[in-house]
């Protein structure tokens, strides 16, 4: 009997033991939440407000209407998705981590547009080095690619991402109650993530789509954009050259205009291809070592946690200067950027105009009796008005 006690105090003993060594505590504090949404949400205001610029400014100006163009307008397309969908990220790390209040449907929407946008960055990128490397070796072939066909290939590529991203993710990412003190493989993640029983098709799915979309992509952007810059080294030589010696008049201005555009071409290449790698390298290690290594301790959590956060505010700053090098690399585009701002602004300050100038009430003015609050509306009637039977409208031409 007495023996039989201390084998049942043992084994409570055990299973408190055990019960204390999983006591689940969040693997982020306060600062963390503080620090990371002073961070993303500001990320988000000027990428919404970048992206949806330069959509404006390349979609209505006539004199922007290029191949080129055309694939970094789509680009522009899926950073402004992303960065709409970013405060779904800072929840499901911070508020939402343990209980995903909010319907299940953004659970969802957050992972597949994610990586729906993701594919459709990569293969844009892709497919614009390929394009300039045409352009600069083979111009007779590039001069035979036309606006219409990137703009039937890119909803190809849209679609393509969708099947591939959007559907498998939006079907094996879900929203639950994880049961934070147990051995299950999904204990310690965040509320809204990859559903345990998908996990073997998700190994698979990775090993095979990452590759294509990530890891081919990258190393094929890496060594296009050598090629490029090796060619036009070359033609800098060539045209160098050409400069010493007798040249016919008018001939010296047309080789320094092509020396322009190249450099122009290789430094836009090369400012979105490194904003590419900048986001996308650290996200894909992070995405494949944390299906392959497991934490173990409170300090592995905690370092996940922020591994996992810097390499989206990564990804987020990338996609957020993509519309900044695109006005810096092409002067075009900063120029019809300049212009659609200073209209704006133009049309801006004169609603604000009119709103002020309408602002003061008659019945306010006739009533008080004081002269001293009517010069400034006495001096636009004198200068700029109509009369009516009823009172004064105040017509602003300027």
């Known amino acids: 009997m007495e023996?039989?006690?201390?084998?049942?105090?043992?084994?409570?003993?055990?299973?408190?033991?055990?019960?204390?060594?999983?006591?689940?505590?969040?693997?982020?504090?306060?600062?963390?939440?503080?620090?990371?949404?002073?961070?993303?949400?500001?990320l988000m205001v000027i990428g919404v407000i970048g992206n949806l610029l330069t959509i404006i400014v390349i979609s209505t100006s006539r004199c922007l209407s290029s191949v080129f163009n055309q694939f970094i307008l789509s680009l522009c397309v899926s950073d402004l998705?992303?960065?709409?969908?970013?405060p779904l990220f800072l929840y499901r790390r911070t508020w939402g981590y343990d209980d995903w209040q909010i319907p299940s449907f953004f659970c969802k929407l957050y992972w597949a547009t994610d990586m729906w946008t993701s594919y459709v960055t990569a293969l844009h990128i892709l497919l614009f080095a390929i394009i300039r490397l045409i352009s600069i070796r083979w111009p007779h072939i590039y001069t035979k690619i036309k606006i219409q066909h990137a703009r039937m290939l890119i909803p190809c590529l849209w679609l393509?991402?969708?099947?591939?991203?959007?559907i498998p993710f939006a079907w094996w990412y879900n929203s639950g109650k994880?049961?934070?003190?147990?051995?299950?493989?999904?204990?310690?993640?965040?509320?809204?993530?990859l559903e345990p029983e998908w996990a073997e098709q998700y190994s698979s799915y990775q090993s095979v789509a990452f590759p294509l979309f990530f890891y081919v992509p990258t190393v094929s952007i890496i060594s296009l954009t050598i090629?490029?810059?090796?060619?036009?080294?070359?033609?800098r030589n060539e045209r160098n050259e050409k400069l010493q010696k007798q040249i016919?008049?008018?001939?010296?201005?047309k080789i320094?205009?092509?020396?322009?555009?190249?450099?122009?071409?290789?430094?836009?290449?090369?400012?979105?291809?490194?904003?590419?790698?900048?986001?996308?390298?650290?996200?894909?290690?992070y995405e494949i070592s944390g299906m392959h290594i497991s934490s173990k301790t409170t300090a592995d959590e905690r370092f996940w946690w922020?591994?996992?956060?810097?390499?989206?505010?990564?990804?987020?700053?990338?996609?957020?200067?993509?519309?900044?090098?695109?006005?810096?690399?092409?002067?075009?585009?900063?120029?019809?950027?300049?212009?659609?701002?200073?209209?704006a602004l133009i049309v801006l300050c004169k609603c604000c105009r009119k709103i002020n100038v309408r602002k003061p009430s008659i019945g306010s003015t006739s009533s008080s009796g004081n002269d001293d609050a009517l010069p400034p509306l006495r001096e636009l009637v004198y200068t700029n008005a109509s009369h009516t039977n009823h009172g004064m409208i105040i017509n602003d031409e300027s």
């Open 256 to 285: 320094k205009k092509s020396g322009r555009k190249e450099r122009q071409a290789i430094i836009q290449l090369s400012m979105i291809a490194g904003s590419f790698m900048l986001g996308y390298i650290p996200f894909t290690a």
């Open 160 to 166: 393509l991402a969708f099947l591939t991203g959007f």
């Open 227 to 235: 090629a490029i810059g090796i060619m036009l080294t070359r033609r």
């Open 248 to 253: 016919p008049a008018g001939a010296e201005s």
């Open 178 to 193: 994880r049961r934070r003190n147990t051995d299950d493989m999904d204990a310690r993640w965040p509320a809204c993530t």
């Open 81 to 86: 998705l992303s960065a709409l969908i970013s």
């Open 3 to 42: 023996s039989t006690l201390i084998l049942n105090t043992t084994s409570i003993t055990n299973v408190i033991q055990n019960e204390t060594a999983k006591v689940y505590t969040k693997p982020f504090n306060e600062a963390a939440v503080i620090v990371s949404a002073s961070i993303l949400l500001p």
């Open 306 to 343: 922020k591994f996992g956060m810097s390499v989206y505010i990564c990804l987020r700053f990338s996609e957020t200067l993509n519309p900044v090098f695109y006005n810096l690399a092409t002067p075009k585009i900063r120029n019809e950027t300049c212009r659609v701002v200073k209209s």
